[in-house]
């Protein structure tokens, strides 16, 4: 299993950003996948997740704001970045969740202990 995330960068408050994560190694159609997030002197935390069929849960720091979306022919998962802050400042990861699809709809918190694979991480600075 491997996952590349990509698309980091430097964005202006108020601005847009998306974020890619490549799948390899295993089939994406099945499972449930992930976005997290950690800021420097802070532990990671859990943005949001995307069940295989396209059901959404949204940490609400970012919710309204960022948008999961997935494409399971191309193997990518994505992460819309619209209207960040400064707050959103951190290296952002990709992983695999250990969650089952219908568990998705009832998620009250995305914890880092359900990430199972992760990508290496891509750095979004919000800045102006």
């Known amino acids: 299993v491997q996952l590349q995330a990509s698309g980091g960068g430097l964005v202006q408050p108020g601005g847009s950003l998306r974020l890619s994560c490549a799948c390899s190694?295993?089939?994406?159609?099945?499972?449930?996948m992930g976005w997290f997030r950690q800021a420097p002197g802070k532990e990671r935390e859990g943005v949001g997740c995307?069940?295989?069929?396209?059901?959404?849960y949204y940490a609400d720091s970012v919710k309204g704001r960022f948008t999961i979306s997935r494409d399971n022919a191309k193997k990518m998962v994505y992460l819309q970045m619209n209207s960040p802050t400064p707050e959103d400042t951190a290296v952002y990861y990709c992983?695999?969740?250990?969650?089952?699809?219908?568990?998705?709809?009832?998620?009250?918190?995305?914890?880092?202990?359900?990430?199972?694979?992760w990508g290496q991480g891509t750095q979004v600075t919000v800045s102006s």
């Open positions: 992983a695999t969740i250990k969650a089952l699809d219908g568990e998705v709809a009832t998620m009250r918190a995305l914890s880092p202990r359900l990430g199972d694979y």
């Open positions: 190694g295993f089939t994406l159609y099945y499972g449930v």
């Open positions: 995307i069940s295989s069929s396209g059901t959404t």
